[in-house]
């Protein structure tokens, strides 16, 4: 079952449409957009979940990249080659464990967002697709997560065209 959702941020005008921004059900991996961003792991080296699946439909490209990497911080981002992906960049995010919300996950959630859209735009993407960052394997509750994944979008409403929020199943499409 396909589900989406469209919203502008920004005030329309002559001379800027503002940004459009999607929350749609589907496959990270098969976005037609200039970046889509990964849930990684620290290490950036694949794992489970969208991880995992990012580095299986992209190749061996993204790993041999990552590997030159240096791993990556809670909070952080860097980008690779998207392989054989339809997008031109993988945006590699780490966002926190859930740990009950005590330890600055919000605040870590948020900085994963916000140097993820600020990797892209540098590399000039004007299209960007998002997972729902920290709220598979990481345990973060989806509810608390989206107000913190939409609120850092303001900071970048000049930056992007279109920003998609594509999730694995129906679960998410409700907060």
Known sequence: RSWSMTASVGTPGPYR?????EFEVGDLTE????AIVNAANESLLGGG???GAIHRAGGPEILAESRTLGGC?????????????????????VGPVWRGGG???AEQLASAHRRALEVAR???????????LSCGIYGYPPELAAPVAVGVLDEFEQDFELVRFVFLDDALRAV
Do not use: F, N, S, Y
């Open 103 to 105: 330890r600055r996950e």
């Open 73 to 93: 911080a809670t909070g952080e981002a860097k980008a690779t080659t998207a392989g054989q992906l339809p997008a031109r960049w993988v945006i590699h995010a």
């Open 49 to 51: 979940g969208v991880d």
């Open 122 to 132: 540098d590399l000039g993407a004007h299209t960007i697709a998002l997972p729902a």
């Open 31 to 34: 976005q037609q957009v200039d």
């Open 17 to 21: 449409q503002g940004m459009r921004v």
